[in-house]
């Protein structure tokens, strides 16, 4: 195509000159035209010129359809980066038009290399956000979403990509805008409408308006940190009661009560009392321990429910007695669960004195077990008071009580629960809380079912 731009203008130039040639020998010499007058001579000069004028028209016309084609061969490369523009190979090496072909086929070729290379960086900026556990969010100037990874759809309940989707139809927190809005990188801990709470991070985009945002699901950091401070408060509070009527009572000894046969026996047996209670608060936090650290050996076998609840029943019987509750069992004969004997033992205990301890007297206590599946769901019921809603989901936790005065009165270590919870799932086993129709409560632990031995 280069080639042939060069040879129509050659040729156009030879006709031109020929033309004017003959045209002149036409004038000036022919026997019937002379040029007798100025009118004649303007005449020929302007017939030639506008032959010259016409023939300038359509050379034009012949370059101006050889650039349209080379125009048209780089839109196609613009539109279409493996498409190149045909150079004539034996051009001069100073043809214009073969240079401006070769520079069109440069560019096309550096255009394909970039379109390759951001190709492999989006695919590879989309497995990176889609394998981060944190939310990641691109947003233009115009807060439009350009970039919304899984984590971050999760956030915010949104089942598809919301691409150029205005990010405030998915996520309506005034205090992210905020940041997006903000002049400086800066972060902040928003609910979002879910409950979650979470961290949002937001950065600026290189080279752009746009706002990238991290978020990072922080609720269960904000639980284990309420857990944490409320544990260090009670057992604060739990070990400075007992130490402190040690001392006050030895104090008391010691300046002179000892002596005095009427006071001197309470005083002895307040000590001991509180040592007592001391020594269980003590023993539960070293088992807990233990159960944190998977230092509590477990042997697990098969035992038979019935036997072992009669068994620990003898334990809480005189409280019972005392307060005259009334315990009913309910388990068939041949029910057994793959556990350990003396921690399912201590589970017993636990819940059943806790059931007898919170009923109110002259009440009935409950045990029961059927088989569920491949598991055994064993039942602790009572009609006490119950347990209200918001309580129900940590009373598991260590020393964490639903009534304290309640629960101080009975003596407990405000330990227990979180033990039996530690204990059953050692044993791949589950436990919970629920309320009781027409009132109190039921635990329940779900364990592994066993043939009978």
């Known amino acids: 195509m280069i080639q042939r731009v060069r040879v129509q203008l050659v040729l156009l130039a030879a006709a031109l000159s020929l033309v004017a040639v003959i045209v002149s020998r036409f004038v000036l010499h022919t026997e019937n035209i002379e040029l007798t007058s100025t009118g004649e001579l303007l005449f020929v000069i302007a017939s030639v010129f506008a032959i010259a004028l016409i023939a300038g028209f359509v050379a034009i016309g012949l370059v101006r359809r050889q650039l349209r084609e080379l125009v048209e061969a780089t839109h196609k490369v613009a539109r279409n980066t493996s498409r190149r523009v045909s150079v004539d190979a034996n051009a001069p090496a100073g043809d214009e038009l073969r240079e401006l072909g070769e520079w069109v086929n440069f560019l096309a070729e550096d255009a394909s290399r970039s379109h390759h290379a951001l190709e492999r960086e989006k695919v590879l900026l989309s497995a990176v956000a889609e394998g981060l556990t944190q939310g990641v969010i691109a947003v233009d100037a115009d807060h439009k979403i350009e970039l919304l990874n899984d984590a971050a759809r999760k956030m915010l309940g949104v089942s598809s990509t919301p691409v150029g989707e205005p990010l405030i139809e998915f996520m309506r927190v005034p205090a992210a805008f905020e940041l997006i809005d903000s002049d400086a990188a800066a972060q902040a801990e928003v609910q979002l409408p879910s409950g979650q709470r979470t961290l949002i991070r937001v950065a600026r985009k290189w080279g752009s308006e ?152 002259r009440g009935h206590v409950w045990v029961a077990a059927r088989a569920d599946g491949d598991d055994v769901r064993i039942e602790i019921r009572d009609d006490g008071p119950g347990i209200a809603s918001k309580h129900r989901e940590r009373v598991f936790e260590r020393f964490y009580r639903a009534d304290p005065s309640r629960s101080r009165e009975a003596g407990g270590t405000g330990l227990g629960l979180s033990i039996v919870k530690h204990l059953v799932e050692s044993m791949d086993g589950e436990v919970g809380v629920e309320p009781n129709s027409p009132q109190g409560s039921i635990f329940w632990l779900r364990l592994p079912r066993s043939a009978p031995p």
């Open 210 to 361: 746009g706002r990238v945002l991290l978020l990072e699901d922080v609720t269960a950091m904000r639980r284990l940190e309420t857990v944490r401070r409320d544990f260090v408060a009670n057992v604060s509070h739990e070990l400075r009661t007992p130490v402190a009527v040690i001392r006050a009572n030895a104090e008391t000894l010691l300046a002179g009560a000892k002596d005095d046969p009427v006071i001197a026996p309470k005083l002895i047996d307040g000590l001991h009392r509180n040592a007592e209670r001391l020594a269980r608060i003590l023993a539960d936090l070293l088992d807990l321990s233990r159960l944190d650290a998977g230092q509590y050996r477990l042997e697990l076998g098969t035992v038979p429910v019935k036997t072992l609840v009669e068994q620990s029943l003898t334990a809480i019987e005189p409280q019972a007695a005392a307060r005259e509750i009334a315990v009913a069992v309910d388990i068939p004969d041949g029910i057994a669960v793959k556990a350990d004997p003396k921690a399912l033992d201590q589970i017993f205990v636990n819940l059943i004195d806790n059931a007898v301890k919170y009923t109110r007297p």
